[in-house]
């Protein structure tokens, strides 16, 4: 870099900090309630919700309730809500068949969302696991985790959830060639404006414990996750599967766990400059939550400054369980 500035005490970097008007001025990022992604766990009944002890001040709703709350983010200006259903365990299963079942929880719960909301944004998870017995994101057989079965099968399931008016689908099975296969069948059905928010660069992380229990996965994985999630070690990696999940017909990608890897966040937006988004994922919450519930933290301030690092870190949007209590902040 060249050097621009005259030495101290010419160059005082205090004076474009010394009142809240000129820090204002230099501000290099923002956050805004547009940058928001909420994701919301759905369970059946009516009237219902349940609180997850791991994730503090968040439930699993029953449709009735997600309504609602698609509505509040609506009116809040959230442009988009993140489904992850809470499956009956009666009905996963080894072929894990309720996943691309077009009245499954997760589809009606989207038809309900676009029937009273039509304008937000509703983004759905393609990925095996609330619907298998065994909790893994594909279709195991005698251990392994089968790769181009289990694509077969999340394309059967990325159609069905466009069908029910899914806007976003958001493949998080890390298998290989999925963006591939689910483009080419949303293209060949009809679904032109259905877009792909790759999970394109997951890792197998140990920040996902809470996620597992608010959806009930907790009890049934089986092993790890580590033979198609990837090494938390891994840089490059990272880099060329985003390169493979655009090349294959992604419209925005995401890095995921967030905090932790945002110098993934980094380097996919400086090399790519597509639409770059990071998942605050159910552990990062939870550790801020829980510090903050014992006066630790400063609740609110580490939640705003957590989710500005996102944007400073490249993102053009965060998935975050704060959302709304974030919007309501920015909202003043
Ligand atoms: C599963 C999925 C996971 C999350 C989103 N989709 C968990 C996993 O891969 O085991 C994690 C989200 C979170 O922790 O908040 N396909």
Known sequence: MPINQAPFPATRFRRTRADAARRSMVRETGLCTSDLIWPLFVMEGEGDRHAVPSMPGVERMSIDLVVKAATQAH?????AICLFPYVDPALKTELCEEAWNPDNLSNRATKAIKDAVPEIVVMTDVALDPYNS?????IVRGGEIMNDESVAALVKMALAQAGAGADILGPSDMMDGRIGAMRAALEAEGFQNTAIMSYA???ASAFYGPFRDAVGAS????????????DPANKNEALRLVERDLSEGADMVMVKPGMPY???????????HAPTFAYQVSGEYAMLMAAAQNGWLDGEAVMLESLLAFKRAGCDGVLTYFAPRVAKILAG
Not at 134 to 138: F, P, Q, S
Not at 262 to 272: H, M, N
């Open 219 to 230: 009890g049934a994985l089986k092993g790890d996750k580590k033979t198609y999630q990837m």
């Open 75 to 79: 009116s809040l200006g959230i442009p």
């Open 201 to 203: 660069a997951k890792y």
């Open 262 to 272: 945002l110098d993934i966040c980094r380097l996919v937006k400086d090399r790519f």
């Open 134 to 138: 065994n909790g893994h994101d594909g």
